[in-house]
């Protein structure tokens, strides 16, 4: 519904609809009321720009003299754009040049200006385009076309651990909110030139760039076209970080499950595009989407390709285990205890009954009013500032764990399945995985306490169904464990070791199945033969 | 949008249907009478009593929490009845949580009503959903809700003192279960563990202790008969082949004692019919390791092996032999079910024959063939705390 009403609005305001999104200049024009050429009279290239961008304080207009007779004016756009670079390498050879030279705009980039960048502009639409993404427009007197030069410096982010996804061996470094810089870092550990970074730009105000990253010959020309084509799609006012984009390219929009990866991690990011899979960038921030993905992908660490794949496999099944445990604990200890006492060994609910005497609510009550106030503390903790996270998670771990069991609020068993269930729902590599799970926690407690472990069985039996037909861009979100794929089980039940992953994963990978040569795992004898 | 929309009565369906529906089985735990044991007796009139032990969850913390004194862990609440279910249904008037039978996994019974017959009474405990079919089953000496009011000093209450002897495998351990198919096979004699409760020692207040598995009480018709010995016991659980971990002691050419632990055993009956003659052979493999020897013989000795070895299979045949000749001509009660064993080999004469089977039963050869071996002689391999020259080469 968001969807058609925007289409309507771009009906109203863009007459036409874009046809590809190569043709950005289009797309600009759609900002300027009368997209005109340049003209041959300064004062009047100037003054349309000045209309343009009327009551814009940021936009600094140089006028200056060149070789005592011609007038030149410097437009650019504060704070995004290299001044001192502006004064040492065009203005100031400008001002020196002898009047013999040649200052058609050509000429002036060939034999002037030290910049590395310039392009030649002759209409206000590129001028605009240019000025947005820090350019510095030239206009002279006489010339019916100006100079864009590339003097775009703004301030950027120190490249920095990332946040979300932090492992004890691999690269340190994640993405940043710059796109060129995400870019370059993408370049850096793929040389090959195979490696696609095509832009395009979306949002109507924002004009925010985006890169489709993939290696040719790799990822499925038709996952590629696919891709491209969900994004040429899109129609919205702006921009602001990739989860616009991923909510308006998934397949299933009302699914809790993500089905693109989010990753800050450069290594990540290269790794699936290794195997077949494509990536989208997003100017302004660091999060990068990957498709398609299935839930193995979810559940798989970058960590887990670094270290012994011993380690790596006995990892993985601890997560599984909890991340089912992060769905279901609740819920099981709710039915067991509400509904199925003779489940439990004696002893131990000899010693429930104990603990629970005091406590007024029913199991139910107790389980939801613990796992929302989780929640809550959780979704604070996030939001906090760093200087009292650190009070408000004592008064947290104090109020629940420890004063509301000896109030006789809650039960301590209660609060031991919480905090597992809460720590096993960060055990899940992708945080926002976790987070659908621990959502959908919360409905089968309520089958649970409604209907007992069947109830559970019910409700769990609807999240597979669910899951089942879920798609990733065509990839199945199950496969692999559905419809069981031996060849894959290398890297999602077990982390094989490097030397046995041969072949790329089968559903992305297919145009390029085999990954490495065979026979590589070492021997002592090897060297001799 | 819309299709949510159209999805709305279905959610509230499924919403309705998950809220609304009134047979909640839902029960918390706190309003719960946890039964740990069940005691049936009869009562002078003929009808039945049922004793119930049940957890005080108040209680139940250890110490070092608690505080306030030394509450009692369990309490014993009893009521008659016409039968089981009528008792029960008001002994549930006198405890105001509801009963539960999930975790009760002790059911005593008093002699006095296992005499007058099990069989009827059997019924409730397995046609009941809650009962545990994997709930031992004892019969006690005397009254058995005296058991249910014993304040064990190591276990929690006396119903996991019971359960835990049932599962040493020392004496036998039976279980509803079995029990329900023993009261079904061929043979009409079964046996079950046989309780009384242990004297106290005399510094003790008189209700610290435990009831204890004294013997095997025999039922034949589905009542019963008598009680055997604890060395009787031993005897039948030879032949039941529940022989597990348990100590062997013998006496060599009468010179002290040899004890064997473990001792394993594995039995096999096998019967034969010879025209009239019904014959059957026990032959038992068993194997132990020396635990103690309190004789001058050195048992590495492959000499005096043999001769350990010869005592060994006579005291293992004697026990056997013993014990079932008992069975055979005091008692004429067939609780091995030899009945069974002649059923599965001989089908077309056991049909003939199982209308006679109790007169049939006294007659059976019965030979014991024993092969026994000593595996391992322990740490040392003469007789410890004995010169060498005193040790008989």
């Known amino acids: ?529 | 949008m819309r299709r949510i929309i159209k999805l709305l009565p279905l959610l509230w369906l499924l919403a309705s249907s998950v809220l609304l529906t009134s047979c909640w089985d839902r029960t918390e735990l706190n309003d719960l009478a946890l039964i740990t044991m069940l005691a049936i007796d009869r009562t002078e009139e003929g009808g039945i009593r049922t004793s119930a032990q049940i957890i005080i969850p108040q209680n139940q913390r250890s110490g070092a929490e608690g505080g306030g004194g030394e509450g009692k862990k369990t309490i014993m609440r009893s009521e008659q009845g016409m039968n089981i279910s009528d008792a029960l249904s008001r002994l549930q008037r006198k405890v105001p949580r509801k009963l539960f039978w999930g975790q009760c996994k002790v059911f005593l019974i008093g002699e006095d009503l296992a005499k007058t017959g099990l069989k009827e009474h059997f019924d409730f405990l397995v046609r009941h959903p809650q009962p545990r079919e994997r709930a031992y089953i004892f019969i006690s000496k005397g009254p058995a809700s005296d058991a249910l009011e014993l304040i064990p000093p190591i276990e929690r209450n006396s119903s996991e003192a019971l359960r835990e002897l049932a599962q040493l495998q020392i004496s036998l351990g039976v279980t509803l279960e079995e029990t329900s198919i023993m009261l079904k096979r061929d043979s009409d004699a079964f046996a079950l563990p046989y309780v009384t409760i242990l004297k106290p020692s005399k510094s003790e207040d008189p209700l610290k202790t435990i009831p204890y598995i004294k013997g095997t009480a025999m039922f034949k018709n589905g009542r019963m008969i008598g009680a055997l010995s604890e060395k009787e016991t031993q005897g039948v659980m030879w032949v039941l082949n529940e022989i597990e971990d348990y100590t062997v002691t013998f006496n060599p050419e009468g010179k002290g004692a040899v004890s064997l632990k473990p001792v394993k055993a594995d039995v096999k009956l096998k019967p034969l019919i010879k025209g009239d003659k019904w014959s059957l052979t026990v032959s038992i493999r068993a194997e132990g390791d020396i635990e103690e020897n309190n004789t001058q013989l050195d048992p590495v000795d492959p000499k005096i092996q043999i001769v350990l070895e010869q005592a060994f299979k006579d005291s293992v045949r004697k026990r056997i032999e013993q014990c079932i000749n008992q069975q055979q001509h005091r008692w004429n009660a067939d609780i091995f079910d030899f009945a069974g064993v002649f059923h599965r080999k001989y089908p077309k004469q056991w049909e003939k024959h199982k209308g006679d089977w109790d007169s049939l039963f006294p007659k059976i050869a019965v030979s014991v063939q024993v092969e026994a071996h000593i595996l391992r002689p322990g740490l040392v391999n003469v007789p410890g705390g004995m010169p060498q020259e005193e040790v008989i080469h």
């Not at chain 1, 003299?65 to 001192?84: C, F, H, K, L, P």
């Not at chain 1, 031991?416 to 409905?443: C, D, E, N, Q």
């Not at chain 1, 041969?502 to 070492?522: A, C, E, H, I, K």
């Open chain 1, 1 to 529: 519904m968001t969807i058609r009403r925007t289409s309507r609005y771009f009906d109203r305001h863009v007459k036409q609809q874009r046809p590809s999104h190569h043709k950005q200049d289009e797309q600009s024009r759609a900002e300027i009321p009368h997209d005109t050429e340049l003209t041959d009279r300064l004062d009047e290239n100037v003054g349309t720009i000045g209309n343009i961008y009327s009551s814009c304080s940021d936009v600094i207009y140089r006028h200056f003299v060149i070789a005592g007779s011609i007038r030149a004016v410097m437009i650019y756009i504060e704070g995004i754009t290299d001044t001192n670079g502006i004064e040492q390498f065009v203005i100031a050879p400008l001002l020196k040049a002898e009047q013999s030279e040649d200052f058609r705009p050509d000429q002036l980039l060939q034999q002037t200006l030290s910049v590395a960048e310039g392009k030649a502009v002759s209409r206000f639409s590129q001028c605009i385009d240019y000025l947005s993404r820090g350019y510095a427009i030239l206009l002279l007197e006489h010339e019916a076309s100006g100079l864009a030069l590339g003097m775009a410096k703004w301030e950027k982010r120190a490249l920095e651990e990332p946040a979300a996804e932090v492992g004890i061996r691999g690269p340190r470094e994640g993405f940043t909110e710059t796109l060129r810089v995400n870019t370059s870092m993408l370049r850096r550990i793929i040389k090959s030139p195979r490696l696609k970074l095509e832009t395009l730009q979306l949002g109507e105000y924002t004009q925010t760039s985006i890169v489709l990253a993939y290696i040719e010959g790799i990822a499925e020309a038709s996952l590629v076209e696919e891709v491209r084509s969900r994004l040429c799609r899109i129609e919205i006012d702006g921009i602001l970080e990739s989860g616009y984009i991923e909510e308006l390219i998934e397949d299933s929009p009302y699914s809790p499950f993500p089905q693109l990866l989010n990753t800050e991690r450069p290594d990540v990011t290269s790794a699936c595009l290794l195997e077949g899979r494509v990536a989208i960038l997003v100017e302004g921030t660091p999060f990068v989407l990957v498709a398609p993905v299935t839930m193995f992908t979810m559940l798989q660490a970058a960590e887990d390709y670094y270290q012994r794949f011993w380690i790596s496999t006995i990892t993985r099944w601890l997560r599984y285990f909890f991340s089912i445990a992060s769905l279901t604990l609740p819920a099981v200890y709710v039915a067991v205890l509400t509904f199925h006492q003779e489940m439990i060994p004696g002893s131990l609910l000899i010693s429930m009954a104990a603990s629970r005497e005091a406590v007024p609510f029913p199991a139910f009550i107790e389980a939801l009013m613990m796992e929302v106030s989780f929640e809550a503390l959780r979704e604070a903790g996030v939001r906090l500032p760093k200087q009292v996270g650190a009070a408000i998670s004592i008064v947290g771990a104090l109020v629940i764990g420890q004063a509301a069991v000896q109030a006789g609020l809650v039960s301590a068993p209660m609060v031991i399945v919480v905090a597992i269930t809460g720590i096993s729902s960060f055990m899940i590599p992708r945080y926002f995985a976790g987070t659908a799970l621990r959502m959908l926690r919360f409905p089968l407690i309520i089958l649970a306490s409604t209907l007992g472990l069947l109830g559970l069985i019910l409700g769990i039996i609807a999240i597979v169904v669910h899951m089942c037909t879920l798609r990733s861009f065509g990839v199945p979100y199950l496969s692999s464990s559905s419809t069981p794929i031996w060849s894959e089980f290398k890297d999602t039940i077990f982390r094989a070791p490097w030397w046995m992953m041969d072949t790329r994963p089968s559903l992305t990978g297919t145009t390029n199945y085999t990954r490495q040569s065979p026979n590589q795992r070492p021997e002592q004898d090897r060297g001799e033969q």
